[in-house]
C-alpha cells in the first residue's frame, strides 16, 4: 500500500472516531427528576395522614383544617389547634358536635396525662428537695380541666404588683385554699418561689397543697375575663367568673 493511500484511510478513521464521541457526548442523558419530588410527596402524604390519626380526623378533615389556617382564621389565630379551628368554622351542627366531643376526649388524655406526671414529680421533689416549695407543672392545675368542679379559687398575679401580694395576703389570713398562676413567670420555677416568698406565702400551706403555685401559660388570657390583675376566679355552671 502507498504511503499516501494509507495515510488518508488513517485520517478518515480518526475523523470517524471523533465524530463518534462528539456524539455520544452531546447525546441527551435521561434522569429521573421526578422521583425526589414524588418520595417528598409520599412522606408529606405520610405525615398528614398520621397528623389526621393523632387528633380522631380524617384525612379530608385534616386537608380542611390546614386550608383554614391558610387563610382569615389563620391570621387571626395563628396557633389554633386542629379541633378548636374546625369546630369553629363547623357547617353544620354535627359537625360542631363531633369537634366538641373529640377536642372534650383529647384534653382528658391530655390532662390525666399531665397529673400523672405531675404526682410523679412531686414524689421526685419530696425525695430530692423536701425543705423547698414546690411548683406545679403547666397544665397540672388548669382553670376550666384540671380544677373543674373543685370549688377552688384560681388567683392570677405578676410581678411588681403590690395589689397582687395584698390581695394573696389576704386570702391566706382567711384561710382560704386556692392555686396560685403566675402570668409573665417564664417557666421559672425560681421567679415564682420568689414572687411567694415576697408575697408571704407559707411554704407549710404549699406543701399541704392548699395552697399550690402554677406557672400561667398563657391560661390568663384563655379565660378571657374583663379587669386587671390580681384576679380571683372561680366556677359557677362551668364558666370562669372574677369573684
Avoid at 378571657?224 to 380571683?232: F, I, Q
Wanted: proline share 6%; net charge positive.
Amino acid at each position: 500500500m502507498k504511503p499516501g493511500f494509507a495515510s488518508a484511510i488513517s485520517l478518515a478513521m480518526a475523523l470517524t472516531i471523533a465524530a463518534a464521541d462528539t456524539v455520544a457526548q452531546s447525546a441527551p442523558v435521561t434522569t429521573s427528576r421526578a422521583a425526589p419530588s414524588q418520595v417528598q410527596n409520599s412522606m408529606d402524604a405520610a405525615l398528614d395522614e398520621r397528623q389526621a390519626r393523632d387528633w380522631g380526623l380524617r384525612p379530608e378533615e385534616w386537608a380542611r383544617y390546614r386550608q383554614l389556617m391558610q387563610g382569615p382564621l389563620g391570621i387571626y389565630s395563628p396557633n389554633l389547634d386542629p379541633l378548636t379551628a374546625l369546630g369553629i368554622e363547623a357547617r353544620s351542627y354535627e359537625e360542631r358536635n363531633r369537634y366538641a366531643e373529640l377536642q372534650v376526649q383529647a384534653e382528658s388524655r391530655r390532662v390525666n396525662k399531665t397529673l400523672a406526671y405531675q404526682r410523679a414529680y412531686d414524689a421526685a421533689w419530696k425525695r430530692l428537695f423536701p425543705g423547698q416549695q414546690r411548683v406545679n407543672l403547666p397544665g397540672a392545675h388548669a382553670p376550666g380541666s384540671g380544677n373543674k368542679g373543685s370549688g377552688r379559687l384560681a388567683v392570677f398575679v405578676k410581678a411588681d404588683c403590690p395589689p397582687c401580694e395584698q390581695r394573696v395576703r389576704q386570702l391566706q389570713a382567711a384561710g382560704t385554699s386556692f392555686d396560685l398562676y403566675m402570668v409573665g413567670s417564664r417557666q421559672d420555677d425560681a421567679r415564682i418561689r420568689q414572687w411567694a416568698a415576697q408575697a408571704g406565702i407559707d411554704p407549710g400551706r404549699v406543701q399541704a397543697r392548699t395552697i399550690t403555685l402554677n406557672h400561667d401559660a398563657g391560661r390568663w388570657l384563655s379565660l378571657g375575663l374583663p379587669g386587671e390583675l390580681p384576679a380571683v376566679v372561680h366556677e359557677v355552671n362551668g364558666q370562669w367568673q372574677r369573684q
